[in-house]
């Protein structure tokens, strides 16, 4: 699984499972992510996440650990660092009323639990080739969450992250050198390692 320089991202992992976070931990360094920190819970995970930041967040989604209640934090508390910070929610809930509710969520990428290092190499893939524009609407902030933008008719959503938006304008206060630099990197790294 070559083709992706990952070394200067951070990834902040949420697992209450000491062997499960070991192993996605383990993972993650072998994909030669610069910088990965283990969390046990939410609250672990945010505190980590308002005082650091990360290029992007791993967390679990089971009874005890309950991600969407992180991604809510991430998109609209005052001490985020980042609202726009990706979220993938690995878990076995895999039915499509789970699904539905992490989309709704504002989650970026779901894993199905069991799953191999590829399919987590995956996704993180999807949100470095494919970034999403986000959505600010009265009820949801976060990810587009339309997969393929073949749209033909009107655009009436409101991306926020577009030029003139409220974030560009300094409304919303996000670290300008957060978000994106080191993702955008890992693809243009990406891209010259097909290109060779």
Not at 29 to 48: E, I
Request: overall charge positive; aromatic content about 8%; some cysteine.
């Amino acid at each position: 699984m070559k083709g992706l320089d990952l070394s200067a991202i951070s990834v902040l992992v949420t697992e209450r499972h000491q062997h499960m976070r070991g192993v996605m931990c383990d993972i993650l360094r072998q994909f030669r992510v610069g910088t990965v920190t283990p969390t046990l819970s939410t609250a672990d995970a945010f505190a980590h996440f308002s005082e650091h930041g990360a290029d992007l967040i791993i967390s679990d989604w089971s009874p005890q650990v309950n991600v969407l209640d992180l991604v809510q934090r991430v998109r609209h508390d005052p001490l985020s660092r980042d609202f726009y910070a990706p979220v993938i929610a690995v878990t076995a809930f895999c039915d499509l009323e789970s699904v539905c509710l992490a989309r709704d969520a504002g989650i970026h990428e779901f894993l199905a639990k069991p799953f191999t290092a590829q399919h987590l190499y995956c996704r993180i893939r999807s949100i470095v080739e494919q970034p999403r524009l986000f959505i600010r609407l009265d009820s949801y902030f976060g990810p587009d969450r339309r997969r393929r933008m073949d749209w033909a008719g009107v655009e009436r959503r409101a991306h926020a992250n577009r030029a003139q938006s409220e974030r560009r304008s300094k409304k919303i206060p996000v670290k300008p050198e957060r978000r994106g630099t080191k993702i955008a990197n890992s693809r243009s790294g990406h891209r010259e390692a097909q290109a060779a």
